[in-house]
């Protein structure tokens, strides 16, 4: 049977939906053309008409990884400083519990040796996801939801480090569905460590 006829656009978007959903139970680093291909139902041939290599289609993969959270970051609520950083944290955990593909496909990225384009993508996003935490967290000092002593920078790295240990716990038990009432623990944790007060 014929698969119906779609766009170039939305053939590449169907690629990257494709890989982010084997990558949820496939380890991304020996993903292969084929098993991509398959899983659409298309022949190879077929999938490099849209991507001219293999790189191009993993490029494509972090590049929607990373507009479509920033994307979620982006369209937050206006608010007090920590109640936005409350709910990065959620939007974040909503997008790893939605496509848990994703925190394999970065996770396994960040730890290629050398340097590579997708490895560039995905270092560029942490840095931004890092670069809004700190502008809360300096937000929320100037004012007066934390400490006035509060070291900002450490903070930043106890939020991310939050994030990534819950991540990295999902992975290793292949179940993220404790991440949203732990999450809400743990950043009730991150506030009193700061001397703001308790959530409510």
Known sequence: MNRPYLSAELRRAEAVATVIELAASHDPAVLTTGQIAAAMGVSQGALFRHFPDKLAIWTAVLEWTSGELNHRFDTLSEGPPLARLEAMLAAHVDFVIER????????????????????????????????????????????????????????????????????????????????????????????RSLGASPCA
């Open 100 to 191: 848990p593909g994703v925190p394999r496909v970065l996770f396994g990225e960040l730890q290629r040796a050398g340097d590579t384009p997708t490895k560039a993508i995905a270092r560029q996003l942490m840095a931004g996801y890092r670069a809004r935490v700190a502008q809360e967290l300096h937000a929320a000092r100037d004012a007066g939801e934390v400490g006035e002593a509060t070291d900002v920078e450490a903070a930043t790295v106890l939020f991310l480090s939050m994030v990534q240990g819950m991540v990295m716990q999902g992975l290793a038990i292949d179940d993220f569905s404790a991440m949203p009432i732990l999450a809400r623990r743990l950043f009730d944790l991150f506030r």
